[in-house]
């Protein structure tokens, strides 16, 4: 329809300051330190045995007579030696040796006593060890792992201990797949480096603790396990999965996670993403009024035809910090309409903004229609993103 020349080709776009969103060794004797001190019996010097005289043959050998009693100087009885005989007397030691027998005897009962506490003690020593061993063994029977592995653990370089306590722990690993405690599971697996199968044990745990939580809803955990699996199975596949069902249950322009993950599925081609960033990232306005001031928060329902006429708005939606220039189009009260015009003010998220006409919407005034005005808001890529209308009065 022909443009009325009673009204201006357009309006002049405007905004407010715009608001952004934007063992020990026990039981020993002690040692002496060299063979007991011998103190023997104290020695005495026996009397020399009697011997009686000879019988007095009045010869050779017999007694002097003095007219007294024979005597000697020394306080024993005795005998003269006899003739030619010039022999010295020898004094004879105890023939028995009791006291020397009594500490042989007593040290044979000490050292026997020392004896039987070291063969005890290295008995014990020994039995100990395999006493537990032979616990540790039972316990990784009957899949007490945690037990059988500190026992082995304990009991060092004993036999193949430490072998059996990497076993204890492997086995434990198995236990818990059977259990569906796959996170646990993997860990320990992981653990334990290049043990028999534990790499590949880790891998399937891992992928099923993946699997796991996309069934809980926790998707963006389940998205880091698939990744860091690599290429194992259907990983890549499954993280892919993940970000978008991540996506599509976190459908917030504010969440950089789900813009995040949008950008890289739409640049695969996943899916309906492009159409899921149109819907969350959608601009929208809306809070529309109308009055007759750019400053003014009144809100009129109607407006005189020979007035200044300003449509304010509030714009939501959009990528995170994103902006753009928004177009407009508008309907007179006679039917003709404005062709869209491209706003000379950028806009962004949560920030509010008018259009208007400071002059009023007619040339002439007196000429110009009364009825309905329409203004019509769009995205850059012509998407309509809201409109209102205002009553225009004589």
């Keep these: 329809m022909p443009q009325p020349v009673n009204r201006p080709a357009g309006g002049l776009p405007g905004q407010y300051a715009p608001q952004y969103s934007s063992v020990p060794q026990q039981g020993n004797v002690p040692p002496y330190g060299g063979t007991p001190p011998y103190n023997p019996a104290p020695q005495y010097t026996p009397a020399p045995r009697y011997n ?6 009045g010869s050779n050998g017999s007694y002097p007579m003095n007219g007294s009693v024979p005597r000697y100087n020394g306080g024993y009885p005795g005998s003269y030696p006899m003739a030619g005989v010039n022999q010295a007397f020898t004094p004879q030691r105890n023939k028995t040796g009791f006291g020397k027998k009594v500490w042989i005897i007593l040290a044979s009962v000490i050292g026997g006593i020392v004896l039987l506490a070291g063969i005890t003690f290295a008995v014990v020593s020994l039995s100990g060890p395999a006493r537990k061993y032979d616990s540790a063994c039972k316990a990784l029977e009957e899949q007490r792992f945690d037990e059988a592995y500190d026992d082995f653990t304990e009991l060092g370089s004993y036999k193949d201990s430490k072998e059996k306590a990497t076993e204890a722990i492997y086995k434990k690993g198995l236990y818990l797949v059977k259990g569906e405690k796959y996170k646990e599971a993997a860990d320990i697996f992981r653990g334990l480096g290049n043990y028999q199968d534990s790499q590949t044990q880790y891998q399937s745990a891992y992928y099923q603790y993946g699997m796991q939580l996309m069934s809980e809803g926790a998707y963006n955990d389940a998205v880091g396990v698939f990744e860091s699996l690599g290429d194992y199975q259907e990983s890549e596949t499954m993280a892919h999965e993940a970000k978008y069902c991540y996506i599509v249950n976190h459908m917030d322009n504010s969440d950089m996670t789900t813009y995040s993950y949008l950008n890289e599925l ?11 960033y ?16 750019s400053n003014s928060s009144e809100k009129k329902t109607s407006i005189s035809k020979s007035a200044p006429l300003y449509c304010h708005f509030t714009i939501y939606g959009g990528p995170p ?8 189009s508008a309907r007179w009260p006679d039917g003709s309409k404005m062709n869209k015009q491209k706003s000379a003010v950028i806009m962004y998220r949560n920030g509010t903004y008018w259009w208007g006409w400071k002059d009023g919407i007619y ?17 850059e890529n012509n998407n309509e993103i809201g409109r209102s209308s205002v009553k225009i009065t004589n």
């Excluded at 009686?52 to 043959?57: D, E, G, L, T």
């Excluded at 910090?321 to 407009?328: E, H, K, L, V």
């Design 321 to 328: 910090n994103g902006s753009f220039y928004p177009y407009a």
């Design 363 to 379: 040339i002439n005034p007196q000429k110009g229609q009364t009825g309905t005005f329409t203004l019509i808001l769009y995205d």
């Design 278 to 293: 149109k819907q969350i990232y959608a601009w929208k306005a809306a809070d529309f009024y109308f009055n007759t001031n």
């Design 52 to 57: 009686p005289a000879p019988p007095f043959s």
């Design 266 to 276: 739409i640049s695969l081609k996943y899916k309906d993403c492009k159409q899921l």
